[in-house]
């Protein structure tokens, strides 16, 4: 039986790293966006899901190339 923790944290981030959280949370959350808008876009298509990510992959990928997290 596999059990399910929770943690609850909080940061306190210096005024540079807000600033960086900041610009990370925005590429993510357009990222997101974007990538949900070009799947509904393919919704209607005959695409297998690997190919719809084939597909989608490389148009969000030059988005994230200034995310820090995304490249190590």
Same mark, same amino acid.
């Given at each position: +039986?596999? +059990?399910i923790h929770t943690t609850i944290s909080r940061l306190y981030p210096t005024s540079l790293q807000e600033k960086n959280l900041y610009e990370i949370?925005?590429?993510?959350?357009?990222?997101?966006r974007i990538g949900y808008k070009l799947l509904f876009d393919l919704k209607d298509s005959n695409y297998p899901k690997k190919e719809k990510r084939m597909l989608i992959q490389p148009k969000l990928?030059?988005?994230c190339c200034n995310n820090p997290t995304f490249y190590k």
């Open positions: +039986m596999r +059990m949370f925005t590429i993510y959350n357009s990222v997101k990928i030059p988005i």
